[in-house]
């Protein structure tokens, strides 16, 4: 199962990588130098997720029934075997086992719960950055990356509502730092602001 998801979440990364290294080949007649144009964010982007995906594909994480049949089977039996003169000593062997597989059961569905029961956890991320790369020519930098990064945090469960936004404020504006007033490479402002301005 955890196989078949990376692999699937690993495709996703490839194709948004993919279309943001397209839309950076596109850009970059109009680049300033090598790492000052509108190519440079989705470049460093699409190769990110390109590179990702294609490890995701390649080197997927062990699925649920290779983990479940991958247990410590001969422990089980070797505390068995050694505890087998004695039936109270067989019944806490198993007491413990069921106790540890339940406890490892429980961790597991809270990993996989996440934020959004209704979601597919971490496999949503390459779907929220492929819409980032969509939107952002009309939303802007500002707020699309400011909506993308706030719904990856929430994604990742790292805090609530309010800690995610001050998280996301503070990653658009460590990007906006770094892309536009280091490198000096032109955001797109957003269509939708001045199609509304021009009103």
């Known amino acids: 199962m955890k196989s078949a998801a990376d692999r699937s979440a690993g495709a996703l990364a490839v194709l948004a990588g993919c279309l943001s290294l397209r839309e ?24 990110g997720l390109a590179l990702a ?14 983990s479940s049949a991958g247990l410590p089977a001969p422990e089980t039996s070797e505390a068995e075997t050694a505890s087998a003169d004695t039936t109270g000593e067989k019944h806490s062997v198993n007491e413990s086992i069921v106790n540890r597989e339940s406890f490892t059961g429980t961790q597991s569905a809270n990993r996989t719960s996440g934020r959004f029961p209704f979601l597919p956890g971490n496999s949503l991320i390459p779907l929220l950055l492929l819409i980032y790369t969509v939107i952002l020519p009309r ?11 706030l719904l990856l945090f929430r994604v990742l469960g790292i805090a609530k509502w309010w800690r995610c936004a001050i998280y996301a404020l503070l990653l658009t504006a460590g990007l906006y730092l770094i892309f536009i007033e280091w490198l000096h490479t032109p955001f797109s402002a957003g269509t939708l602001w001045l199609h509304q301005g021009g009103d």
């Open 139 to 149: 939303a802007g930098y500002l707020a699309g990356t400011f909506v993308i990064a």
């Open 53 to 66: 995906g294609i490890w995701l594909v390649l080197f997927p994480g062990p699925s649920a029934r290779s």
């Open 24 to 47: 950076a080949y596109r850009l970059y007649p109009y680049h300033v130098s090598l790492l000052g144009g509108d190519h440079t964010f989705p470049a460093f982007i699409g190769a």
